[in-house]
T-cell receptor, first 115, second 111 residues
Framework: GAGVSQSPRYKVAKRGQDVALRCDPI?????LFWYQQALGQGPEFLTY????????KSGLPSDRFFAERPEGSVSTLKIQRTQQEDSAVYLC?????????????FGPGTRLTVT | DAKTTQPPSMDCAEGRAANLPCNHS???????VYWYRQIHSQGPQYIIH???NNETNEMASLIITEDRKSSTLILPHATLRDTAVYYC????????????FGSGTRLQVQP
């Protein structure tokens, strides 16, 4: 399909483990976003890339969270030394970022459970 | 970005119009009103957006009051598949690119 894909869809990690979450955006989309969604709440912004440049990382909750998009396409969100409060759904979105065409297309998310 | 206020939940009968309100009294002149929805276990889905004029697409209509302090999303003939959480978001078309989601309105379409 031509939508945003994320992998894995589900991840269980023991507290203290490192995890890596992958996002494949829609081909040709310039902008890529990561959001975190806790149970019963709306998504919250984590970070934003325009091509390979990380232009906004103001939403990353701590220095344990790191994101990259080295070739301006696939992105990885890494969480080091996971803690229980990191349990959430992590959503990736991409956007063509053209005038009048800046709506964001979301993937299905990765549900992370830290035990 | 301006803050929005939405009712936490609404019910609608299948086949009837669903009218979802949103208050954004602190909206500024250059901020757009966006609507997204999130069906259970899926990522949010873009529905529609507008600045001043009313807008319509294949999914919904957006009615923005003249003072722009509130808006209504209209699903003209709700189906069971429209059951979702609907988020009203206001955002500049330039500058910060992130969407600021609130708690949204949980719409339950009843058979």
């Amino acid at each position: 399909g031509a939508g945003v894909s994320q992998s894995p869809r589900y991840k269980v990690a023991k507290r203290g483990q490192d995890v890596a979450l992958r996002c494949d955006p829609i081909s040709g989309h310039v902008s890529l976003f990561w959001y975190q969604q806790a149970l019963g709440q709306g998504p919250e912004f984590l970070t934003y890339f325009q091509n390979e440049a990380q232009l906004d990382k103001s939403g990353l909750p701590s220095d344990r969270f790191f994101a990259e998009r080295p070739e301006g396409s696939v992105s990885t969100l890494k969480i080091q030394r996971t803690q229980q409060e990191d349990s959430a759904v992590y959503l990736c979105a991409s956007s063509p970022d053209k005038p009048g065409l800046d709506e964001q297309y979301f993937g299905p998310g990765t549900r992370l459970t830290v035990t | 970005d301006a803050k929005t206020t939405q009712p936490p939940s609404m019910d609608c009968a299948e086949g009837r119009a669903a009218n979802l309100p949103c208050n954004h009294s602190t909206i500024s002149g250059n901020e757009y009103v966006y609507w997204y929805r999130q069906i259970h276990s899926q990522g949010p889905q873009y529905i529609i957006h507008g600045l001043k004029n009313n807008e319509t697409n294949e999914m919904a209509s957006l009615i923005i009051t003249e003072d722009r302090k509130s808006s209504t999303l209209i699903l003209p003939h709700a189906t069971l598949r429209d059951t979702a959480v609907y988020y009203c978001i206001v955002r500049y078309d330039t500058g910060r690119r992130a969407l600021t989601f609130g708690s949204g309105t949980r719409l339950q379409v009843q058979p």
